[in-house]
C-alpha cells in the first residue's frame, strides 16, 4: 500500500445491524476512539474498532474527524463489550453505544467536568470587622443558624445544606456580603467532611464474611454473600470497599433501584469519604458524565449506581459489588438486553478482581453456579444486634371475608400498632383503585382496545388506564351496552389506601407506587417522609420491597400473595418467594419483634409454609429439583425470538421462517442439543396496538446454543419481512411474556 493512502478502519455504528463499516482516514486512530463519520445522509458518532488490510468495496467514505486524543473504554471494557455483543447477538455498534454517557453520544469532543459549588467560612484577620462575629449576627438568627452550621473544617454542597437547613439561600447572601461565608468552585470536596468515618462494628459472622473476601483482593473471585434480611451484609461490602480502596483501588457498587441509592449513597459517603459517586436514571445527562468523568480519571474512590454503570471506566478497579443480585431489574428489557449481574462478572473475570454477589434470596443461576464450586457461598444467617426475624403469620381468605381486599385480622393488627406509634407496611404489587370494571347484567368489560388487557380504573384522577401501553379513556359509571351500574373488583394500592384511611381516620398516609412516586423527586420525599416517621401506614407495591431499612416498621400486611401462585411464567414462584421474603424483612428491623401477617386464599400451599419459616434453602432445593427435571434454567438454557406487527400473520410468517431455518441449521450442524419449538403468541398477545408472538428455543447446552444463535440472528436480519414487522433476539431472558 501506498505510504500517502490512507488507511482503513472498520468502525462500529449505532445501527440494528450486525456487522462493522469501513471508513479511511490519514490519522492514525485507536481502538475504542469516537469518530465523526458520514452514514447515509447525516453525520453520526461511531466507535474506530480496528485497522484492516483491505476492504470488500471499492468506494470508501472518510472519516470526517477525531473527537478525542483518546480512547472512550479501556481495553478491558471494549473487550467485554465485544463479547456482550456475541454472546446477546446484539449489533456492535447498538452495544458500544449503550455502554457510553449520553454526552458522548453526540458529535462533541469529550468536555471535562462541570465544578461543583460549595460553601465555607472565611477566617476573619483579628481586628476586621468581620472579626466580631456575634455582633454581625446579633439581630440575624437565621444567618447565625447558617454560620454555626458551616463550622470551620466544614465545606457544604447546596444538597447537604438543603438536607440540613431548608430556605438557607436568602441567610447565605447575607453572609457572603458581610464576608463571613465564601463560594467555592471545585471539581471535588476536599477531605471527609467529618472528623473521619466512623469505625464500623462487625459481629464475627460479618467479620469472617469480609476477611473471606479481602483476603482475594487482587485476583478474580466471586463470591454469593447471602444474609437473611437484616442481618447486615452492607457492612460487610463497606469493610471490604475501605480495604481496597485502602490499597489505591476503586470499588464499582451496583443496586437496582434508583430508590436505593439516597439511603445508600449517604451510607456509603459516611464510612468512605466524600468522593463516592453515583449514577442513576433519575440524574440528568450532565450529572451522569460528571460521575463518569470522576471515575474515569480517578477522582471517585466508589461508584454507585445502577444497571447501566456496570460499563462505567475506572481508572483502578479494585472491587465489584451486585446488591440484591436477584432482582429482575438488573436485566435490560428492550433494545441491548443484557444482564447486568452477569455482565459485571464477566467484567470482574477480565479485570481480575473480585466480586460480591449480595442477597437474602439469592437467583436460582447464583445458587446452582455456587453448587458447581463456581461460586464461593458465604452466609449470614443472624440478625443485627438484638433484632429477631418477624414471625409471619398466615391469614385464610376462606375463612375471613375481605372488605375491600382487607380482612379482620388485619385491621386489628394495624390497630394495635398504630396505638403503639409504630409503623406499618401494606403490600400489594397492584397499583389503581381496581384491576377489574365490568356488568354484572351484560357481561361487559372495560379493556384496551390497544391491548389484550382489562383497563384499571383510577379514582383519583378518575380514569381507566391501562398498565401495559399508557391508554386512557374517560370514566364512566353506567356500562356503556345496557346502561347498568358497573361493578369495580378487586382492589389496588388507591383502594387498600381509601379502605384503611376510613377505617384509621387519624392515620397518617404514604402511597408508594409508581402513579404517587412517579419521578426521582418524589420518590426520595415519601422515603423521606418514612424515614423521619411522619407517616404511619405506607401502602405500597415492590417499591417497598428493596432492602430499605425502617426501623419504626413492626408490622407488614401482604394483601394478595396469592398473584404468583398460577403464572404461566415458570420464574413467577421464585420472583413471588423472593418479594414476599424480602418485604417481610422490613419488619422488626431494629430491638422490636416484628410481625408479618399474610393474605392467602391458599394456606395449605407448600411455598406459603415454607415462606412462614423464613426456608428460602428448602424452597430453592425443591425448586431446583424441578426445574432440572422439566429442563427449565438453570439447567438448561433459553433464547426468545419476539416478533411484533398490526398484522398478526406477517409477524407469525417471520418466526415460522425462523423457525424453519433454526431447524435446518440444527441439521446441518449436528447441533443435537438443541430444540426449536413452535411459534406462539405471547402471554400478552396485543400491546399497543400490534400483535406479538414468541419463538422459544432451548438447548442443554449453552455452546451449542450460541452456535445456532450466530448464524440464525444474522438470516433472520437479512429476511425481506414487511417494514410494520419489528423482531429481538433475548437471549436468558427473565421475562417469558
Not at 397499583?431 to 351484560?442: K, L, Q, S, T
Not at 447446552?701 to 417494514?723: D, T
Request: proline share 5%; charged share 20%; with cysteine.
Amino acid at each position: 500500500m501506498d505510504q500517502n493512502s490512507p488507511t482503513i478502519y472498520q468502525v462500529a455504528v449505532p445501527v440494528p445491524l450486525r456487522r462493522l463499516f469501513d471508513y479511511t482516514s490519514h490519522l492514525e486512530l485507536n481502538p475504542g476512539q469516537r469518530v465523526l463519520i458520514p452514514f447515509g445522509k447525516r453525520e453520526i458518532v461511531g466507535i474506530v474498532i480496528s485497522k484492516a488490510a483491505s476492504s470488500e468495496f471499492k468506494k470508501i467514505r472518510s472519516v470526517k474527524a477525531a473527537l478525542d486524543d483518546s480512547t472512550v473504554f479501556t481495553e478491558q471494557i471494549r473487550d467485554l463489550l465485544e463479547w456482550a455483543s456475541r454472546y446477546y447477538h446484539h449489533p456492535i455498534g447498538e452495544v458500544l453505544s449503550a455502554a457510553m454517557p449520553v454526552l458522548l453520544r453526540q458529535p462533541i469532543s469529550m468536555p471535562g467536568p462541570k465544578k461543583e459549588l460549595f460553601y465555607s467560612r472565611i477566617v476573619a484577620r483579628k481586628g476586621s470587622p468581620a472579626d466580631d462575629v456575634s455582633k454581625l449576627l446579633k439581630s440575624a438568627p437565621a444567618q447565625k443558624k447558617l454560620y454555626d452550621l458551616l463550622a470551620e473544617d466544614k465545606v457544604l454542597s447546596p444538597v447537604e445544606l438543603n438536607n440540613a437547613y431548608p430556605g438557607w439561600r436568602a441567610a447565605a447572601k447575607g453572609l457572603i456580603q458581610k464576608g463571613l461565608i465564601k463560594k467555592l468552585e471545585k471539581l471535588q470536596p476536599s477531605g471527609s467532611g467529618s472528623s473521619g468515618p466512623p469505625k464500623l462494628k462487625l459481629t464475627d459472622e460479618q467479620q469472617l464474611a469480609a476477611d473471606q473476601i479481602i483476603n482475594k483482593l487482587g485476583g478474580f473471585h466471586s463470591f454469593i454473600l447471602q444474609g437473611i434480611t437484616g442481618s447486615g451484609k452492607t457492612e460487610v461490602y463497606l469493610e471490604a470497599a475501605k480495604r481496597c480502596i485502602k490499597n489505591g483501588k476503586q470499588v464499582l457498587f451496583l443496586v437496582p433501584e434508583i430508590s436505593l441509592t439516597p439511603q445508600l449513597v449517604s451510607r456509603v459517603r459516611q464510612h468512605l469519604g466524600l468522593r463516592v459517586y453515583s449514577m442513576h436514571s433519575g440524574m440528568s445527562d450532565k450529572e451522569r458524565y460528571q460521575s463518569w468523568w470522576m471515575a474515569k480519571n480517578g477522582l471517585a474512590t466508589a461508584l454507585l449506581g445502577t444497571r447501566s454503570a456496570v460499563f462505567t471506566w475506572l481508572q483502578n478497579p479494585g472491587l465489584i459489588i451486585v446488591d440484591e443480585e436477584h432482582d429482575q431489574s438488573y436485566k435490560q428489557q428492550d433494545g441491548f438486553r443484557y444482564h447486568a449481574r452477569d455482565l459485571a462478572i464477566k467484567r470482574a473475570s477480565l479485570e481480575q478482581i473480585p466480586i460480591v454477589l449480595g442477597s437474602a434470596t439469592p437467583s436460582f443461576e447464583s445458587l446452582h453456579n455456587a453448587n458447581a464450586a463456581r461460586h464461593r457461598l458465604l452466609k449470614l444467617r443472624k440478625r443485627v444486634g438484638k433484632a429477631k426475624l418477624p414471625e409471619i403469620e398466615i391469614i385464610d381468605t376462606n375463612t375471613y371475608p375481605l372488605d375491600n381486599g382487607i380482612c379482620l385480622p388485619v385491621v386489628k393488627a394495624i390497630d394495635s400498632v398504630l396505638a403503639r406509634n409504630e409503623q406499618v407496611i401494606v403490600y400489594i404489587n397492584r397499583r389503581g383503585y381496581a384491576p377489574v370494571v365490568h356488568c354484572y347484567d351484560c357481561g361487559w368489560q372495560a379493556v384496551c382496545q390497544q391491548c389484550a388487557a382489562r383497563l384499571t380504573y383510577h379514582q383519583h384522577r378518575k380514569q381507566f388506564r391501562c398498565h401495559h401501553c399508557g391508554h386512557r379513556e374517560r370514566f364512566i359509571e353506567q356500562c356503556p351496552e345496557c346502561d347498568t351500574a358497573l361493578y369495580f373488583a378487586g382492589a389496588g394500592t388507591q383502594r387498600i389506601e381509601e379502605t384503611l384511611a376510613s377505617k384509621f381516620p387519624d392515620a397518617r398516609f404514604c402511597r408508594l407506587d409508581r402513579d404517587q412516586a412517579n419521578t426521582t423527586r418524589k420518590l426520595y420525599q415519601q422515603l423521606d417522609l418514612i424515614q423521619k416517621r411522619q407517616v404511619d401506614v405506607i401502602v405500597g407495591t415492590q417499591l417497598i420491597t428493596k432492602g430499605h431499612d425502617f426501623a419504626g416498621v413492626s408490622l407488614v400486611c401482604v394483601v394478595n400473595a396469592d398473584q404468583g401462585l398460577f403464572s404461566v411464567d415458570f420464574r413467577a414462584p421464585e420472583i413471588m418467594f423472593q418479594q414476599l421474603l424480602q418485604v417481610s424483612g422490613r419488619a422488626g428491623r431494629a430491638e422490636g419483634n416484628g410481625k408479618v401477617l399474610i393474605q392467602t386464599a391458599h394456606p395449605g400451599n407448600p411455598y406459603i409454609q415454607m415462606l412462614t419459616q423464613h426456608d428460602y434453602v428448602r424452597f430453592s432445593d425443591a425448586s431446583l429439583i424441578e426445574r432440572e427435571q422439566t429442563s427449565y434454567p438453570p439447567y438448561a438454557y433459553f433464547a426468545l425470538f419476539r416478533a411484533e406487527s398490526p398484522d398478526f400473520n406477517a409477524a407469525a410468517t417471520l418466526l415460522n421462517q425462523t423457525a424453519t431455518i433454526a431447524r435446518q441449521f440444527i441439521q446441518q450442524q449436528n447441533l443435537s442439543q438443541v430444540e426449536v419449538f413452535s411459534p406462539i403468541p405471547s402471554p400478552m398477545e396485543k400491546l399497543a396496538g400490534r400483535f406479538r408472538l414468541q419463538l422459544l428455543i432451548r438447548s442443554q447446552i449453552r455452546k451449542q446454543l450460541h452456535q445456532l444463535l450466530g448464524p440464525l440472528s444474522l438470516s433472520v436480519e437479512a429476511q425481506k419481512a414487511p417494514r410494520s414487522v419489528r423482531w429481538s433476539l433475548d437471549v436468558d431472558p427473565m421475562d417469558m411474556g
